[in-house]
């Protein structure tokens, strides 16, 4: 079945630093990839999507790259803030229809805490 | 932004009691889902439905049940709540590709 591995967390770092997060999938069709931010007692934010190979999502500052050929979808930002603390999951969705009924598979998230 | 939500927000109940989660979406999105978020935060899809009239269960066997009356509510029933039922409850609905989620429930049964 469907799968998506994050690296291992927590990643703790100082504010203007670069941030990876890795991420790869393993899926038998073509899923759209996304990456979803949880920030402390709320829900998951959308926080960028790519739906087919060599799409980069970007939003907020963070962008991803659909990488079909290393089923890879790496979450990187030039310059994180204090501000971006939070839980970020790497999941993937198979289109909806068949057996797939559309559900969100996700990583098992990264804690990313930045200092000032 | 996407218009989903959740109550209660938090809940602390004893054991046996029976709860219902409740979920609404004022976006009349057919697809809407169930996640359960361990206290390791992994995310575990335990119903979805197709929309009225239509429920099945997720990945994750759950004791809990669901009902989709209309369009726009999905609650979750625990009929008799247990320790082991303790964990965060998310909600979700579904547009194209991309899935909208409410602010979740914590439960903790003691």
């Known amino acids: 079945g469907d799968s998506v591995t994050q690296m291992e967390g927590p990643v703790t770092l100082s504010e203007e630093a670069f941030l990876t997060i890795n991420c790869t999938y393993t899926a038998t069709g073509y899923p759209s990839l996304f990456w979803y931010v949880q920030y402390p007692g709320e829900g998951l934010q959308l926080l960028l999507k790519?739906?087919?190979?060599?799409d980069k999502g970007s939003n907020k500052g963070f962008e991803a790259t659909y990488r079909k050929e290393t089923t890879s979808f790496h979450l990187e930002k030039g310059s994180v803030q204090v501000s971006d603390s939070a839980v970020y999951f790497c999941a993937l969705s198979e289109r909806a229809g068949g057996t797939s009924y559309g559900k969100l598979t996700f990583g098992q998230g990264t804690i990313l805490t930045v200092h000032p | 932004e996407a218009d989903i939500y959740q109550t209660p927000r938090y809940l602390v109940i004893g054991t046996g009691k029976k709860i219902t989660l409740e979920c609404s979406q004022t976006m009349g999105h057919d697809k809407m889902y169930w996640y359960q978020q361990d206290p390791g935060m992994e995310l575990h899809l335990i119903h979805y439905?197709?929309?009225?009239?239509?429920?099945e269960k997720g990945d994750l066997s759950s004791e809990s049940t669901v009902s989709r009356i209309r369009t726009e509510h999905f609650p979750l029933t625990l009929e008799s709540a247990r320790p082991s039922h303790t964990s965060q409850y998310l909600c979700a609905s579904r547009l194209g590709d991309e899935q909208y989620f409410g602010p979740g429930t914590r439960l903790t049964v003691t």
């Open positions: 790519a739906t087919k190979a060599d």
């Open positions: 439905s197709y929309g009225v009239n239509s429920t």
